[in-house]
C-alpha cells in the first residue's frame, strides 16, 4: 500500500503519473489498484489518494458510505473476499471535490465521510470568505462603499494583506456579504469613466461592479507581486452579488487571482442546458465566460438545496447536478465546494452523488441509484425507490425556477403525496415482520427498519407542512395553519432526537424560518378570530389577472374598466401552467392568489419571471353594517411594489424592497379601506411591480374589522 507500493512496483507509479493532471494548481488525485497473481497494490498520488485507493477497494466489495455516519453506512456480510481481476488507474479531473456544513448543521462523521467517498477538504484553496472589508477598513462610508478604482485604495489593501501575502499564506480578497455601491462618486478614481461598468444587474438590481472590483483586484495583485516576487500566495475572491456578471471591458486577469462563483440567486431546480430555465441558460454564459476568464483558477460554489428551502422538506437536487457536472469539467475547473446543512431528511444521498460524479463524472447516475436502494433498505428497495423516484421525477418536470418555501405546495401537489405515501405503506408493510422480531436481527436489518422509520418522518414533515400551507395559503383558516404547523414542527422534532443530522433547527430566528412561518398565522388568526379583528369575508381564491407588459394599465384603466374573461371560459386557475407562458398578453384570464403567478405558468415571452406590471382583479360584497365599520383587507402573503383600487378610487401603496429577501419574510400589506366601502358590490384591483422572482400574491386575502381599542389605549 502506498509508497511500499511504488517501491515494489515503480512500473506502478510511472503508470499513475500518466493519468495525473500535469499542471495542478492545487492538488491532482489519482489511485492504481492492481493485482499480480498474489499480490494486491493500492496506492495514491498522495495520502489522501491512497486512502482513496483502500475505498475503491472496499467499494468493489459492496461497501458504501451514504449519508455520514453509522447510519449511512452499508457494509455486506460475507463469508468471503474476493480480489478478482484488479486493474484500475484513475485520476479525477477535479482539484476541489468537497463540502462544509453551515448552519451549525451536524459536523458527526463528516471527515470519514468526505474521504470514503473520494472527495477533499477544501484547505488547499485560497479562502474566498468575506474578507474585503477588513482590508479596507478605514474607507469610504462603509464596506460597501469605497472607491474601488482609486490607486491608494489598491495600495491600502496590499498594506493590509502584506505581511501575508510575504509569508506565502493564501488571502481573501472576497468582497463582504452585500450590495457594493457603483455610483461614479463612490468610485472616483482617474479611469472610474472606463472602470465603473455600465452594465445593469437585474439578478441584483443594481449596476454591476465587476469591472471596477477586477481593477482594485489586479492592482493588489500586482503591487503585493512587486513587493514579493517570489511569494507563492494566492488572492481568494468571490464572484458574487452585484459583482456576478462577468466584466465589459476586455480583462487579464494577474495569475495569483482564484475566483469562486457563488450562483445564490439563479434558478437552483434546473440544469444549464434545461430549455424550461432561461436563467441557468443565462448562468451557462456567465459561468463559461468566467472559466475563461479565470483560465480554469475557479471553484464553483455550490449551494446543497437544504440551503434553498428552510423547512427540512426533501429536496435532493440530483437532476440539476447531473446535469451540469460533465460541463464543469470539459470548462477545466478546478472543482467544486459545497455549501450544505446536511439535513438528510431534506439532501438524502445528495452528497454521496455529488462526491461520485466530482471523482468521475461520466459515472451513471441512474445505476448508482439502481445500487443504492436494495443496499440502503434491503427488502423495502422497491416502493422506496419509487418513493423518492417520485420526489426526483416532481423535481425534475417542475417548471419552477425559484426558490425557498414558497415553491414546496407548487412541487409536492396531492398526486405526489398520495404516491408517496402508498409507497411509504408498502415500504412499511415489507419490514412489519422484522420489527416484530427485532430482537433477534441483524445489524443490517436493524439499520433497514430504521431507514424506513426515518423516510416516515420525513413524509410526516412533508405532509403537515403541505397541511399547513394549504389551509394558510388556501383556506385562510389560521388555526388549522397552527395546529399542522406544530404537528409538522413536532414530526420535525422526532427527527431530529433521532439524529441531529437529519434536521437543521438550530440558529431559527425569524419569520423566514418554520417556526416564524407558524407564528405569522399565530398573528394572523388575531385579526379573524376577536383578538385583534374579526373576519368580516374571506376574498376568492381566483381573481381575475392581466398581464402589462408595456405598462399600459393606468392609461387602460385596468382598475375598474370591465373584466372580459371569455377567452378562457371553463378553464380557471386549472389552466395547466405549462401552456400559459405562452397565451396572449392582451387578455384577462383567470388565477389563483394561493401560488404566486409565475408558479402558474405566468412567465415573461422569454420565460423570465420579471414580468413588469401585473394586475389583479376581483369583486365582493358587504352588507351597510359591514361596510360603515373600519373594514381591512389582509394580504397575508403579497410579493411586490403594489398599488390598490377600490370602486375606482386609489387606497393605498405598498412600500417593498424590489430585491424579495430584503424584506421580513411575511410579506405582508395591511390595508384600511375607510369610506370607500360601499353596502353592496365593491370592486377591488392590485396593480404589482414585479421586477424579479416571485410576482403577486401567494397566500388567500381576506377582510376584516379590527377589534375595537380598550379604554386604556
Not at 455600465?198 to 465587476?210: A, G, N, V
Not at 442546458?273 to 480554469?296: H, N, Q, V
Not at 437544504?306 to 426533501?314: A, C, E, F, G, I
Request: charged share 25%; aromatic share 12%.
Amino acid at each position: 500500500m502506498g509508497r511500499e507500493a511504488f517501491e515494489a512496483r515503480p512500473d506502478l507509479a510511472v503508470a499513475l503519473a500518466a493519468k495525473l493532471k500535469r499542471h495542478p494548481y492545487v492538488r491532482t488525485d489519482g489511485i492504481i489498484l492492481q493485482r499480480d497473481r498474489n499480490r494486491v497494490y493500492l496506492a495514491g498520488s498522495n495520502d489522501e489518494s491512497d486512502y482513496f485507493a483502500v475505498a475503491e477497494l472496499l467499494r468493489a466489495w459492496g461497501v458504501r458510505w451514504f449519508m455520514p455516519g453509522a447510519f449511512g453506512e452499508c457494509v455486506p456480510a460475507e463469508d468471503a473476499l474476493r480480489i478478482g481481476d484488479l486493474n484500475e488507474v484513475y485520476a479525477s479531473p477535479f482539484e476541489i471535490r468537497s463540502f462544509w456544513i453551515s448552519w451549525v448543521g451536524d459536523q458527526s462523521g463528516r471527515d470519514d465521510f468526505l474521504l470514503r467517498n473520494m472527495m477533499t477538504r477544501a484547505d488547499d484553496l485560497p479562502p474566498a470568505g468575506h474578507h474585503l472589508g477588513a482590508l479596507t477598513a478605514g474607507l469610504g462610508k462603509s464596506p460597501f462603499e469605497i472607491p474601488l478604482t482609486d490607486p491608494e485604495t489598491a495600495e491600502h489593501v496590499a498594506d493590509s494583506a502584506d505581511k501575508l501575502f510575504a509569508a506565502g499564506k493564501n488571502v481573501s480578497v472576497a468582497m463582504e456579504d452585500g450590495l457594493y455601491s457603483s455610483s461614479g462618486e463612490d468610485n472616483a478614481g482617474e479611469d472610474n469613466a472606463e472602470t465603473v461598468s455600465p452594465q445593469w444587474d437585474k439578478y441584483m438590481l443594481r449596476f454591476s461592479i465587476t469591472d471596477a472590483m477586477l481593477t482594485l483586484y489586479n492592482r493588489v495583485a500586482n503591487i503585493l507581486h512587486e513587493r514579493h516576487p517570489d511569494s507563492a500566495s494566492r488572492l481568494g475572491f468571490l464572484i458574487y452579488s452585484n459583482m456576478f456578471l462577468p466584466p465589459v471591458r476586455p480583462t487579464k486577469l494577474a495569475p495569483s487571482l482564484f475566483g469562486m462563483i457563488a450562483p445564490i440567486d439563479i434558478d437552483p431546480v434546473h440544469a444549464m442546458d434545461d430549455a424550461r430555465s432561461p436563467e441557468r441558460r443565462e448562468f451557462r454564459t456567465i459561468f463559461d465566460t468566467w472559466a475563461k476568464l479565470t483560465e480554469g483558477r475557479l471553484t464553483v460554489y455550490d449551494y446543497d438545496q437544504s440551503m434553498l428551502v428552510w423547512r427540512d422538506l426533501p429536496n435532493p437536487s440530483i437532476q440539476q447536478f447531473r446535469g451540469d457536472v460533465r460541463r464543469y469539467r470539459d470548462a477545466g475547473i478546478l472543482g467544486i465546494d459545497t455549501e450544505s446543512r446536511l439535513a438528510l431528511a431534506t439532501t438524502f444521498i445528495n452528497l454521496y452523488l455529488r462526491g461520485r460524479l466530482l471523482w468521475r463524472p461520466d459515472e451513471d447516475v441512474d445505476a448508482l441509484l439502481d445500487d443504492f436502494y436494495p443496499k440502503f433498505f434491503g427488502p423495502a428497495a422497491a416502493p422506496m425507490a419509487d418513493y423518492w423516484g417520485a420526489i426526483d421525477s416532481a423535481w425534475e418536470a417542475s417548471d419552477v425556477t425559484e426558490h425557498e418555501f414558497y415553491v414546496a405546495p407548487v412541487v409536492y401537489t396531492a398526486e405526489v403525496v398520495a404516491r408517496l405515501e402508498r409507497s411509504l405503506r408498502r415500504a412499511e408493510g415489507m419490514i412489519d415482520g422484522m420489527v416484530a422480531t427485532q430482537a433477534s436481527l441483524t445489524r443490517n436489518e436493524n439499520l433497514y427498519i430504521q431507514r424506513v422509520q426515518f423516510v416516515r418522518l420525513g413524509f410526516e414533515v412533508l405532509r403537515a407542512y403541505l397541511d399547513m400551507t394549504r389551509a394558510a395559503a388556501t383556506d385562510a383558516d389560521y388555526s388549522a395553519a397552527v395546529a399542522a404547523g406544530e404537528q409538522g414542527l413536532s414530526a420535525r422534532q422526532q427527527l431530529t432526537n433521532r439524529n441531529p443530522a437529519f434536521t437543521t433547527t438550530k440558529l431559527e430566528a425569524g419569520y423566514a424560518f418554520w417556526p416564524g412561518e407558524v407564528q405569522q398565522y399565530r398573528e394572523l388568526r388575531a385579526y379573524t378570530d376577536g383578538d385583534k379583528g374579526r373576519l368580516v369575508l374571506k376574498l376568492p381564491v381566483d381573481w381575475n389577472f392581466h398581464r402589462d407588459f408595456g405598462k399600459v394599465g393606468l392609461q387602460r384603466h385596468y382598475y375598474d374598466a370591465p373584466v372580459d374573461i371569455d377567452y378562457q371560459p371553463g378553464r380557471g386557475s386549472e389552466y395547466p401552467p405549462e401552456r400559459r407562458k405562452d397565451d396572449p398578453a392582451d387578455r384577462w384570464e383567470v388565477v389563483r392568489t394561493d401560488r404566486y403567478v409565475q408558479a402558474q405558468g405566468i412567465r415573461a415571452a422569454d420565460g423570465q419571471s420579471a414580468l413588469g406590471d401585473i394586475w389583479y382583479r376581483t369583486d365582493f360584497s358587504v352588507t351597510a353594517s359591514e361596510a360603515a365599520g373600519d373594514l381591512h383587507v389582509m394580504f397575508p402573503g403579497l410579493f411586490n411594489r403594489c398599488t390598490l383600487w377600490l370602486n375606482g378610487d386609489e387606497v393605498g401603496r405598498r412600500k417593498y424592497d424590489d430585491l424579495w429577501w430584503k424584506n421580513d419574510y411575511r410579506f405582508e400589506w395591511d390595508v384600511a379601506l375607510g369610506a370607500h366601502v360601499r353596502a353592496g358590490a365593491n370592486a377591488l384591483a392590485l396593480r404589482c411591480h414585479n421586477i424579479s422572482h416571485m410576482g403577486g400574491m401567494f397566500r388567500r386575502a381576506f377582510l376584516y374589522q379590527p377589534a375595537a381599542a380598550s379604554p386604556s389605549k
